[in-house]
């Protein structure tokens, strides 16, 4: 059973920063690419980065360029989200998702996702 498990989300003021985590067990984690979604209330879930298998190409939404970076660490079998310049509009539910094909190249699509994690609630207020 594949488990991701997300960390970090929070109450933030506009301007600062947070850094979203997620662990991955039941697989193994360097084979596959992974990413980032948000689902804010009322609207669907939407891309905001991802990164491939061995970490060489990293991909982003245009609202997340510039101000998020993702980043993996195989080691450590995570992945995480360094928001910076956060703005009352990035506020969200924040989940973590793993590909269902190992090796893949390119972002990620939910068509793409094998497992999403739980979520974790990240809050900008102005």
């Known amino acids: 059973q594949v488990l991701l498990v997300e960390s970090g989300g929070g109450l933030v003021q506009a301007g600062g920063s947070l850094r979203l985590s997620c662990l991955v067990s039941?697989?193994?984690?360097?084979?596959?690419?992974m990413g980032w979604f948000r689902q804010a209330p009322g609207k669907e879930r939407e891309f905001v980065a991802s990164i491939t298998w061995e970490g060489s190409n990293t991909y982003y939404s245009d609202f997340a360029e510039g101000r998020f970076t993702i980043s993996r660490d195989n080691d450590k079998s995570t992945v995480y989200l360094q928001m910076n310049t956060l703005k009352p509009e990035d506020t969200a539910l924040y989940y973590c998702a793993s590909a269902t094909t190992p090796y893949s190249s390119g972002r990620l699509y939910p068509d793409d996702i094998r497992s999403w994690g739980q979520g974790t609630q990240v809050t900008v207020s102005s």
């Open positions: 039941g697989r193994v984690f360097s084979r596959y690419s």
